[in-house]
């Protein structure tokens, strides 16, 4: 453990030095407003209806946790320059953990937080599994269309709940009202950033 400690300072001392320390502060800057920005919003989504009161400690538990996967995957991982960060299909299971939740106050927000804990410490627990018994190829088993299908719904789901953080009601009902200014002014902006260049890439 000590060697291993001593050889990450020397090999952090010889990156601090060299020329390629600007760039990599510079791209890990960017990196990490972005995944700031991400994390915070995904938080709000996760404790938001009945959970709404209690936003801030969501936030904070979920900005906690991806510190501490950033920080495990920087210093343990095999791929240098690894980022970890939720997924927005685990953000919508996430979510809907919440919103089934049978509890109120507090107790909701506990009982949801420990559940949260949970399923993550068992999502690693499996990964460990897949990565220890070399299982990773069995994932190109999985048909093509059902990959894509998956993936545009993750997209489809995201755009729903993105508009509802908007303050838009997304049921297709109300999709004539979008253009109304009021509403307009709502959504237009975050769409509008959304199909940015800078976030496209």
Not at 40 to 51: C, D, E, K
Not at 129 to 152: D, E, K, S, T
Request: proline share 5%; glycine share 12%.
């Amino acid at each position: 453990m000590t060697s291993a400690l001593r050889e990450f300072a020397t090999e952090l001392r010889t990156d601090i030095v060299s020329g390629k320390a600007t760039p990599a502060l510079s791209a890990g800057f960017t990196s990490g407003l972005g995944l700031l920005a991400a994390q915070v919003a995904f938080g709000a989504f996760i404790f938001s209806g009945p959970l709404a009161p209690y936003t801030s400690q969501g936030v904070g538990l979920v900005l906690f946790g991806n510190f501490a996967a950033c920080l495990l995957i920087a210093l343990a991982s095999g791929f240098r320059g690894a980022i970890a960060g939720l997924s927005p299909a685990l953000v919508i299971g996430m979510a809907l953990i919440g919103s089934t939740m049978a509890a109120e106050g507090h107790a909701l927000f506990v009982t949801t937080a420990v559940a949260l804990i949970i399923a993550a410490v068992a999502t690693g627990a499996f990964c460990l599994i897949i990565g220890q018994f070399r299982l990773a190829n069995v994932v190109r088993f999985i048909p093509y269309p059902v990959a894509g299908g998956f993936v545009a719904g993750i997209g489809g789901a995201v755009c729903i709940a993105a508009l509802s953080m908007m303050g838009v009601d997304p049921h297709w009902s109300e999709v004539p009202g979008f253009f109304d200014p009021d509403a307009l002014w709502k959504w237009a902006p975050g769409a509008a950033y959304t199909g940015s260049p800078s976030t496209c890439r």
